[in-house]
C-alpha cells in the first residue's frame, strides 16, 4: 500500500450516492478511525485503510447500494484493506511484525462482539493523543486529525500557525506514539491527574471547531459539536464526581441548545440579541442548566464551570433584554482570576459594555488593542466596531470592520461583517 496524502482533506466522493458517502466521510470517520487504530495499533496504517474503505465504497455502493451498517462495512472493509496489503508485502522482513499484530486482529475480529469492538474507542483515542509524552499543542491537533476528521489546513488556520508546521508537529506526534509505546487505552485512576485537564481541552476545542469552523463557507460543523458532547458525556460517566467535566458538558449543551437560531433562512449569522429564543433546543438548556447547579453545588468553581455559568444566565433570559449583564460582567471577573487570558479580558470588556455602556467596553478593548495580544485575532477589531457603531462614531466603525474582515477566515462571518460595514457606510453618508 502506499503512504498516502493528506486524503482527508482530498477525499471528494463524485458519483452517484458520492454525496451519502460524503456525510457518512464527515460523521463516522472519526469513529472508524479509531477503531481501526486500536485494530490495527498504527495511526498510519489506519488511516491508510481508511481512506481506502472509503475509495472501495466509492466504488462499490452505487452498483451494490449502500449496507444497512455503513460503519461497520467500512470497518470491515479497511480491516481487510490492511491485512491484504501487509501480506503482499510481507517477504519484507520489516513487515513481519506488523502481519503478525493483523493475524492477531482476525482472531480478535472473530471473538469480539460487532457493539463491544466499535464501543468507546474514541475515548481510548483521546487519551492516546492526550499522553503527557506528548506536547499540549500536539495532544489538540492530532485528536482534531483523528477524532474530529479535520483536514491539516483546517487545524493550521485553527492555531494560526502554517501549514508546513501543523504537518510537522502531526507527523512527530504520531511517531512520538510510535517510538514510545503509548498504550491506546483509558488510563488507570492514579494517573487522571495528569491527563483530565489535557482531554477535557482537546473536547472543548472540538466543539468550539464545531460551533464556529475556522475556515470555510459553513459556520457549524454540526457532527463535530455532536462528537464533542458525546465524549463529555463519557468523561461525566467515567468521573461522576468531577465539577469540570460536568462543568465542560453544561458548557457545551448550552451554547450548542442554540444552534438552530444562529443562522438565518437565507445563511447569515444572527447575534445573540437578534435571536429566535423559541428556536433555542430547550430539553438541551435544562440538562444543561442542571448539570451547572450540580457542579457549582460541589465547590468553588473551576474555568468550565464559571463559563457554563455564564452561558445559563442567557440561557434563562426569555429575550435578550431580560439578560443580567452585571451578572455576566463578574462572572468573567472571576473567570480572569482563574484563567487569565486576552480572550477572557476581551469578553468581559463586551458585557461591561452592554451592562455599564458602549464608551466603559471601549475604553477596555482600546487598552487591549494598545497591548497587542490579540494581534490577528478578527473578533478584537469586530467588538470594537460594533461599539463604535453603537456610539455613531460610523467612520471609525468601519474602519474597524474592514480590518475584522481582513482577518476572519469564515466565510459566513465575513458576509456578516461585510454587511455591518456596508451598513456603517451607508449611515456615515
Known amino acids: 500500500m502506499k503512504c498516502p496524502a493528506d486524503r482527508a482533506d482530498a477525499f471528494e466522493p463524485t458519483k452517484e450516492g458520492g454525496s451519502h458517502l460524503d456525510r457518512i466521510y464527515r460523521e463516522e470517520s ?97 487519551f492516546t493523543c492526550c499522553h503527557p509524552a506528548l506536547a499540549q499543542e500536539a495532544q489538540v491537533a492530532l485528536t482534531l486529525r483523528t477524532l474530529g476528521g479535520l483536514s491539516t489546513d483546517e487545524i493550521a488556520k485553527a492555531f494560526l500557525v502554517p501549514l508546513p508546521t501543523m504537518s510537522q508537529r502531526l507527523v512527530r506526534a504520531k511517531q512520538k506514539i510510535r517510538d ?92 445573540l440579541e437578534e435571536q429566535d429564543r423559541s428556536l433555542w433546543n430547550h430539553q438541551q438548556i435544562r440538562e444543561g442548566l442542571d448539570l ?5 453545588r460541589m465547590g468553588p468553581a473551576g474555568p468550565y464551570a464559571v463559563q457554563a455559568a455564564i452561558a445559563a444566565v442567557h440561557a434563562r433570559a426569555e429575550r435578550a433584554e431580560q439578560t443580567d449583564w452585571r451578572e455576566i460582567a463578574g462572572l468573567y471577573e472571576v473567570l480572569c482570576r482563574l ?55 460610523r467612520d471609525e466603525a468601519a474602519a474597524a470592520y474592514r480590518q475584522a474582515i481582513s482577518l476572519a477566515n469564515n466565510e459566513t462571518e465575513r458576509e456578516f461583517l461585510e454587511r455591518r460595514l456596508a451598513e456603517s457606510e451607508a449611515r456615515a453618508r
Not at 451547572?292 to 457549582?296: D, G, I, K, T
Request: charged fraction near 25%; aromatic fraction near 6%; glycine fraction near 6%.
Open 30 to 126: 472519526g469513529r472508524i478511525l479509531a477503531t481501526l487504530i486500536r485494530l490495527l495499533g498504527s495511526f498510519d496504517l489506519a488511516e491508510e485503510a481508511l481512506h481506502e474503505a472509503f475509495a472501495a465504497a466509492l466504488e462499490q455502493w452505487p452498483q451494490q447500494g449502500m449496507p444497512a451498517n455503513p460503519r461497520t462495512w467500512l470497518i470491515s472493509a479497511a480491516r481487510y484493506k490492511a491485512i491484504d496489503g501487509l501480506r503482499r508485502q510481507q517477504l519484507f522482513q520489516s513487515k513481519l511484525a506488523e502481519l503478525q499484530r493483523l493475524l492477531q486482529v482476525e482472531r480478535l475480529m472473530m471473538e469480539e462482539p460487532e457493539e463491544s469492538m466499535l464501543r468507546d474507542d474514541r475515548l481510548r483515542l483521546i
Open 180 to 271: 514510545a509505546g503509548i498504550p491506546y487505552r483509558v488510563p488507570p485512576p492514579e494517573d487522571w491527574p495528569d491527563r483530565l485537564a489535557a482531554v477535557m481541552l482537546v473536547v472543548y476545542l472540538v466543539f468550539n471547531e464545531g460551533y464556529t469552523a475556522a475556515s470555510g463557507d459553513t459556520l457549524i460543523r454540526r457532527e463535530l459539536c455532536s462528537e464533542a458532547i458525546r465524549l463529555g458525556r463519557l468523561l461525566c460517566e467515567l468521573v461522576p464526581r468531577e465539577q469540570e467535566a460536568q462543568g465542560l458538558l453544561a458548557l457545551m449543551l448550552l451554547h450548542d441548545s442554540r444552534r438552530e437560531a444562529r443562522v438565518a433562512p437565507q445563511g447569515g449569522i444572527l447575534l
Open 292 to 296: 451547572v447547579e450540580s457542579a457549582l
Open 339 to 393: 484563567q487569565p487570558s486576552p480572550v477572557v479580558e476581551l469578553n468581559r470588556a463586551v458585557a461591561i459594555a452592554m451592562a455599564e455602556g458602549a464608551e466603559a467596553g471601549l475604553r477596555l478593548l482600546d487598552h487591549l488593542d494598545a497591548s497587542k495580544q490579540l494581534r490577528g485575532y478578527y473578533l478584537l477589531p469586530a467588538a470594537r466596531a460594533d461599539l463604535l457603531r453603537r456610539l455613531g462614531r
